[in-house]
């Protein structure tokens, strides 16, 4: 015994989604079901649009629905020459929100991996070298994440820009601001003493 | 800034769903336009044709794309007369699971809950007291959850069904077989006191 075909059918769809096992799809599908037919349906068209229209800028690689994304397409962020590699979409808000960085943006759309098969390649390397070679990039800054992953990735990046006419930065690690030092990791608290500052009276 | 108009909008479309919030929403939607957007697209499809062709059973309550459920419509579970009243599609599946059950169910969707506004009349408690007038049901199993609203809305049935010509069960509670005495807490340990049986040697 099991749910009617198209309920059992809709369980198993949601199984597509991260994190959402049986239990989870279940709830969800009779979540819709009973309460919330109008956001099931609004989110069967969104998705379907979605799965459909949205590409990747041609030159950051972000999602977008354009040939190329808002931030590509200004001219201003084009002028300050200033690049910053990041994994995700996620970090290029992030980014934003601090109000401090005018440049563009490059996205891994994750890190190099190859146990799980993911080369330069996948990351859009070929890209990304491409827009270097042309001149119009006076600083690369790595943003990629302070994990083993993403410093390996930093570092084939530096390697690879290392022969160009670029300058190649690694955004700071050290103790979180407002953080107590009791409670920061080890290795966060080596990276801060190692990256320690003059102190400027 | 955001991301693209709409990247934006299926980030928030996926928040109907029970239990996402905006950074599982992100989530979502980044894994299925970077790994799967067949699935993503499949959902969309299923989605849609579940919430426009699912409907509830018209004796049971359970979710159906027929007018009767499987079970409802089969002649054998008719003549059994037994009624097993359940909160949750997903019970009727948990009890079917156990082989010993060959009655019909009456699925609530719910249970009392005064605070949420929902009453007997969202729980379809008219369309059972029909069923029951109807005299083709010799007992009813009360199987809702052991919980405060679960026992309220059991005892809202039991009193309903009283003046009936209907015997009323309540599954019994007590210390779950395989489980350990010291694990089990409090409250159904009473409960498995109270319920204690004379032991058949
Ligand atoms: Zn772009
Ligand atoms: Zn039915």
Redesign the interface.
């Known amino acids: ?7 059992q ?2 369980i198993e ?2 199984k ?4 959402v096992g049986g239990k ?1 799809a ?9 309460r ?2 109008q ?16 590409g990747h800028c041609q030159k950051c690689r ?5 040939t190329l ?3 590509c397409e200004s001219p201003r962020r084009q002028q300050s020459k200033l690049l910053c590699v990041v994994e ?3 970090d ?2 992030a980014i ?2 601090t109000g401090e960085f005018q440049g563009r943006y490059f996205i891994l ?1 994750g890190h190099l991996s190859p146990i799980d098969g993911i080369g330069p390649d996948d990351l859009g390397l070929d890209l990304l070298e491409n827009e270097l070679n042309q001149g119009q990039v006076k600083e690369v800054i790595l943003a990629t994440n302070p994990t083993v992953e993403g410093e390996a990735t930093a570092h084939f990046i530096a390697e690879m820009a290392h022969s160009m006419d670029v300058n190649i930065s690694r955004i700071a690690h050290g103790v979180p601001v407002g953080g107590e030092l009791e409670y920061v990791d080890g290795n966060t608290l080596s990276h801060a003493l190692t990256g320690r500052k003059n102190y400027q009276v």
Chains 1, 2 share one sequence.
């Open positions: 015994m099991k749910f009617s075909p198209l309920v059918e809709l769809s949601f597509c989604l991260p994190g989870t279940q709830r969800m599908a009779f979540h819709l079901l009973e919330n037919r956001g099931g349906t609004k989110l069967a068209t969104t998705l379907n649009k979605a799965m459909e229209n949205i972000n999602f977008t629905e354009q994304c808002e931030i995700n979409p996620a290029v808000i934003e929100q759309m």
